[in-house]
């Protein structure tokens, strides 16, 4: 009985390559990026102005995830979803989307911030 070695094995190039291209993986960072810090924001609102119990948190941020899934034009990620799964995306549209949610993001830790400056 003889042994034979899969040359794949001893190769140093991988053996498959990538499905994606570099700007698609890009693309989805930023889009991930965008969407982290639109969760920061969410959590910046609730976590320290408003003095509720790390349950009732979770369960508020957990509806408002579900909600913009249901719901394709409610902020943070139902216009981001609807922009890059919909038939009809364009490039304009997607950018707007993804402005939308940094900016979403944006707005609600900045609001958290001055809500918990003014708690002081």
């Known amino acids: 009985m003889s042994r034979t070695v899969d040359k794949h ?6 053996v498959r390559q990538h ?5 698609t993986l890009v693309l989805i960072g930023v889009l991930h ?9 969410l959590g910046c609102l609730i976590s320290r102005p408003l003095p509720v119990p ?3 948190a979770v369960l508020a941020v957990t509806s ?4 913009s899934l249901v719901v394709f034009w409610l902020p943070p990620l139902g216009p981001m979803l609807a922009a ?3 038939r009809h995306a364009t ?3 997607q950018v707007l989307a993804l402005a939308e949610t940094i900016g979403f ?14 708690t002081v």
Do not use: I
């Open 105 to 118: 993001g944006a707005v609600l830790a900045g609001t958290g911030w001055a809500l918990d400056r003014s």
């Open 84 to 86: 890059f799964a919909g």
């Open 64 to 67: 408002v995830v579900v909600v």
């Open 19 to 23: 499905p994606y291209p570099a700007p």
């Open 54 to 56: 790390v349950g009732v």
């Open 91 to 93: 490039g304009q549209v």
């Open 33 to 41: 990026l965008a969407q982290a810090l639109a969760g920061v924001g």
């Open 9 to 14: 094995l001893l190769s140093p190039h991988p």
